[in-house]
């Protein structure tokens, strides 16, 4: 009997502190929005502290809780692409200053995707675009041109485009001629890359050949021409060997019936 009483009586205190959580974590999450007054002075107070030499560009934004979590997003007065965002939980604050806004991987990411889609609405032509240093990483000048979204006379991103072509030798010259009339297509654009990467791609022959680090001075007929034959040749002694040593060229070239 004693052991009945016991065991009622545990039971009962279990779905005492089961209510009691339950009800305070309700009413926690009710009140939670009026506290956010009082969550934006401690984040803008962190700022302060935390970024005093980026202050007067920075702009806290509206704060959202959900789950015991309370989250804004703190952008660039100058351009809204450029922010990071700063989150309040357990009485402690933490951001992605460093990734999103100081290396600038908000920012450089919008800009690659849109240029992407200029490409691909323009010309449907599929590119990647990649910026190969992070925001800090460049000059103040070239920050901000970044920041003011004046990127059009800047070499300072990379462009990578794949063509579905045959690679038999006898066809080179028309390949070379369709690449050619590509790139122009995208320079008409003002969209003018630092390095181009290409990809062929041949399923018909299961080969494949990517050449990188391309640049406005040897991409034209006569060296692309002399690049993809010494590539396929492999004579030492061809222009195209000259041509890729002298300019630092990179490529692969796959033949998968071979492996």
Avoid: C, H, W
Avoid at 59 to 64: E, Q, S
Avoid at 175 to 192: D, E, K
Wanted: charged content about 25%.
């Amino acid at each position: 009997m004693k052991q009945d009483k016991k065991l009622i009586l545990g039971m009962a205190l279990l779905f005492f502190i089961t209510f009691v959580s339950l009800g305070t974590l309700v009413v926690t999450e009710k009140l939670a929005p009026y506290y956010t007054d009082k969550i934006k002075i401690k984040m803008e107070k962190y700022l302060n502290e935390n970024y005093k030499e980026e202050i007067e560009n920075l702009k806290l934004g509206k704060i959202t809780y959900k789950t015991q979590t309370y989250t804004a997003k703190v952008t660039n007065k100058k351009n809204k692409d450029l922010y990071f965002n700063i989150t309040y939980k357990n009485k402690k604050i933490t951001d992605t200053y460093k990734k999103d806004y100081l290396e600038g991987k908000t920012i450089l990411s919008k800009l690659e995707t849109t240029i992407e889609k200029e490409i691909k609405e323009n010309l449907n032509i599929n590119t990647t675009i990649t910026f190969p240093l992070t925001l800090n990483k460049y000059t103040k000048n070239i920050q901000q041109n970044i920041i003011n979204n004046n990127i059009e006379q800047l070499n300072i991103y990379n462009i990578k485009f794949n063509i579905n072509s045959s690679l038999q030798t006898e066809e080179i010259s028309t390949l070379v001629a369709q690449i050619i009339n590509q790139i122009q297509n995208i320079n008409t654009l003002n969209i003018n890359p630092n390095y181009y990467t290409i990809k062929i791609n041949s399923k018909k022959e299961n080969k494949s050949l990517t050449i990188k680090n391309l640049t406005e001075k040897n991409l034209n007929q006569e060296n692309l021409t002399q690049i993809i034959y010494y590539i396929m040749i492999e004579d030492e002694n061809s222009i195209g060997n000259s041509i890729i040593k002298d300019n630092n060229i990179k490529y692969e070239y796959k033949r998968y019936g071979d492996e």
